[in-house]
């Protein structure tokens, strides 16, 4: 556990993560694709505060959301679908969680990278069904005409530097002979609409520019900049997004 991952256990970053553009529809449409064994349980590993486990637990049997942050349950519990009576929580380290398969599937989004790789995927491999899968989803804005203003804000306030922007996490998991891929996918664009304040505010969601990172006057300092690259932009106050996201899915190896 770094120290920016420990971030995520701050209650403010739990309350900015409802800022945060939702998954397409088109994502869990994919996923139910990829269960194929009974039964339909799904296990979400680094819930958060359970964007895919919320919208996804009345489409299956059920679905376990397992998180190591306290305030991040805490939320996806308040949140939307977070009371589904198809849907537990727990507050654990999903190397040590108390797991209830077997799995037909393993959701894990933009959490991964997180998590000690060898610890996790034996922990969950004993819990899986025979064809189960491990999804990894991204998503998020593309095409922002303003992007460039952000980045700098990004590059001025962020406590991660020197980020490799050609790494990707599912690469690096196959590499290390924990994975074998099987498939990826990519999702149509859909169209987003969202408050100036509420575009910024999901920054402070984030590991490396969450409020309590920052001094006052940093954060503000972050969020002027933000405000004045994408304001030009915005109509009647709202920002026009264009959300897709990125699937890529194979079977989960022991070490």
Request: no cysteine; charged share 25%.
């Amino acid at each position: 556990m770094t120290e920016l991952a420990v971030t995520f256990q701050q209650p403010a970053v739990a309350e900015a993560y409802q800022h945060r553009p939702p998954y397409p529809d088109e994502v869990f449409d994919r996923l139910l694709e990829l269960i194929v064994d009974e039964p339909r349980r799904v296990l979400d590993i680094g819930a958060g505060e359970g964007a895919l486990a919320r919208p996804l637990a009345p489409r299956v049997e059920h679905v376990d959301a397992i998180d190591f942050s306290e305030p991040m349950v805490a939320a996806g519990k308040r949140r939307p679908g977070g009371d589904h009576p198809n849907l537990s929580w727990q507050v654990n380290p999903i190397e040590a969680a108390d797991l209830d398969g077997p799995y037909a599937l393993v959701t894990a989004g933009a959490s991964i990278h997180w998590m000690p790789w060898e610890e996790t995927f034996a922990r969950i491999v004993p819990h899986l069904t025979p064809n189960a899968q491990l999804v990894v989803i991204e998503h998020g804005p593309v095409d922002m005409p303003w992007w460039d203003g952000v980045v700098q804000a990004i590059k001025k306030h962020s406590r991660k530097k020197n980020h490799d922007t050609n790494y990707n996490v599912v690469d690096a998991i196959r590499d290390r002979g924990l994975l074998d891929p099987t498939g990826t996918a990519r999702t149509a664009p859909v169209t987003y609409h969202q408050k100036i304040a509420d575009y910024v505010e999901q920054f402070h969601s984030t590991s490396s520019l969450a409020r309590d990172l920052m001094t006052p006057e940093e954060a503000a300092d972050f969020d002027t900049i933000v405000e004045e690259a994408v304001r030009p932009y915005a109509h009647d106050g709202l920002l026009e997004l264009t959300i897709q996201a990125e699937l890529s899915w194979g079977r989960p190896l022991a070490a």
